[in-house]
């Protein structure tokens, strides 16, 4: 049915629309085509990856207790070896967000220096901020949501 040379990295996702009714909803994340890519730059892109989310997951809305990585608001990753650079696509729990600022500079910064610990400085980071999808509580991790009452 697939080609086994193309690599779907995904998360899964599961919104309760009602007490009865849950609906998957697949959302991918990144496709290499494995064919153009060698065993080594495989490496390099999912250790990348890896060290990215590890990142994400230490850093936190200061105004809610959840990390940014649980809360949803990576709404797309994109690793250019080729190019050495990282785009991230994220939100803000509001177009309003007071603390928007303060959050792409740690965000940017804290990658930089992680990714400088791991012998990558030479990689750039690029954050899109962008509002559409408007986030909402149905972005977050659900065992997060679900620990909050949402």
């Known amino acids: 049915m697939f080609d086994k040379n193309i690599l779907f990295w995904f998360i899964l996702d599961t919104t309760k629309l009602s007490q ?4 998957k909803k697949l959302t991918i994340v990144n496709i290499m085509i494995a064919s153009d890519m060698n065993n080594e730059k495989y490496k390099l892109v999912s250790h990348l990856r890896k060290t990215i989310i590890e990142v994400m997951k230490e850093i936190y809305d200061p105004e809610i207790p959840i990390n940014v990585y649980d809360l949803g608001l990576v709404y797309d990753m994109k690793i250019l070896p080729e190019k050495k650079e990282i785009r991230l696509c994220v939100t803000m729990t509001s177009p309003m967000c007071p603390l928007a600022g303060y959050i792409l500079d740690n965000f940017s910064e804290k990658i930089k220096e992680k990714l400088s610990e791991n012998n990558h400085k030479d990689y750039t980071v690029n954050l899109d901020l962008v ?8 972005m977050m991790n659900p065992e997060v949501r679900e620990e909050f009452g949402l």
């Open 131 to 138: 509002f559409e999808p408007l986030w909402n509580p149905n």
């Open 20 to 23: 009865n009714i849950n609906i």
